[in-house]
């Protein structure tokens, strides 16, 4: 499994930015997909999930302007940041979660930089 994020950039405080990480997979079946970040001298703190089912959650610092949902048929996970601060400069990471067959795997994008300064 092969995950590649893009959509990060330099965006000034209030902007958005739209995340997308698209997994490149083979007998491999996707639960949940998540992102991540992980801000300097700071440790990974989950973002957003979404189950396969289309069930969402949130940390608390994001809620109510970020917002994430997948396309199951291009195992693509999009995360939409509006009204970004500072304190979201980060690096984003995406991850996945699922099975082949019964043998539960996760795994790791390689990160994009969203950086929000004026």
């Known amino acids: 499994v092969q995950l590649q994020a893009s959509g990060g950039g330099l965006v000034q405080p209030g902007g958005s930015l739209r995340l997308s990480c698209a997994a490149s997979?083979?007998?491999?079946?996707?639960?949940?997909m998540y992102w991540y970040r992980q801000a300097p001298g700071k440790q990974r703190e989950l973002v957003a999930g979404?189950?396969?089912?289309?069930?969402?959650d949130y940390r608390d610092a994001v809620k109510g302007r970020f917002t994430i949902s997948r396309d199951n048929a291009k195992n693509t996970v999009y995360l939409q940041m509006n009204s970004l601060n500072t304190e979201d400069t980060a690096v984003h990471l995406c991850n996945v979660d699922g099975y082949y067959s019964t043998v539960y795997r996760s795994y790791w994008g390689q990160g994009t930089q969203v950086t929000v300064s004026s």
């Open positions: 979404i189950t396969s089912g289309g069930r969402t």
């Open positions: 997979i083979s007998d491999y079946r996707i639960n949940g």
